[in-house]
């Protein structure tokens, strides 16, 4: 069984934060794979879910990674980490997927026609970038179920995308929005810095 989150979602956003420091510790596969099962109930435009992940645990692979990084001392000392990637090639080409099974066959059909009409009226890019934007939302569920079930993260921009994608096989036209380690914390982070709810917001 994987850990229990036992944090509210309010108390793991008011915890979280950046660590780039583990303790020597395994992660359970099964508490990666909850963390991505929680991951997985994301919400995304017409339900198209284009997040993908590669977990990379194989201490072979770990270091590759990080040079990949810019040796990122976090991607050396953490237990795994999630390499986010999205992937609209793939929603196009298994589209039926993500057609809720709820739906009547001409209203599944019509999606359908819908979906991929307006997908390929664009050019790779610019659904590629559509994709890689709405795999954002899966990286804010990521930090927080993670931390919700007592696991510390640091998510990064800071890699060479062409190196990790070589390094672990991903096709060419995908892009990665982030690498997220993850392990047990052994350091506190930086307290949170941010902005108040009046400077980033208007209520009219
Ligand atoms: C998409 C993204 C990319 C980031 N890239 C890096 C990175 O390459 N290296 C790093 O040390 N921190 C990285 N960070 C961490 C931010 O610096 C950190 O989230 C921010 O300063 C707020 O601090 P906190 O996470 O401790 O609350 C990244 C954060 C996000 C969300």
């Known amino acids: 069984m994987s850990a229990p989150s036992t944090m509210t979602v309010s108390e793991a956003a008011e915890s979280r934060r950046s ?79 993500i057609i809720s099974p709820g739906f009547r066959p001409e209203q599944a059909a019509k999606l359908k026609a819908r979906l991929l009409k307006s997908f390929l009226a664009q050019s790779q890019e610019e659904r590629q970038q559509f994709a890689h934007g709405i795999s954002y939302i899966a990286l804010g569920f990521l930090l927080l179920a993670a931390e919700a079930m007592g696991y510390k993260t640091s998510p990064l921009l800071g890699f060479e995308p062409d190196q990790v994608k070589a390094l672990l096989g991903l096709p060419s036209q995908v892009t990665i929005p982030a690498l997220i380690a993850i392990g047990k914390g052994d350091e506190p982070g930086f307290p949170h810095h941010r902005h108040t709810v009046d400077r980033i917001a208007r209520f009219v």
């Open 19 to 97: 660590v780039r420091k583990y303790v020597q510790e395994d992660v359970p596969e099964e508490d990666l794979r909850e963390i991505l099962r929680q991951v997985s109930l994301a919400p995304s435009p017409d339900n198209i879910q284009p997040w993908r992940f590669v977990v990379v645990r194989d201490p072979a692979v770990r270091p590759l990674l990080a040079a990949a990084a810019l040796n990122q001392r976090q991607v050396h000392s953490a237990h795994a980490v999630f390499v986010l990637y999205a992937d609209m090639e793939d929603v196009i080409g298994a589209i039926d997927e």
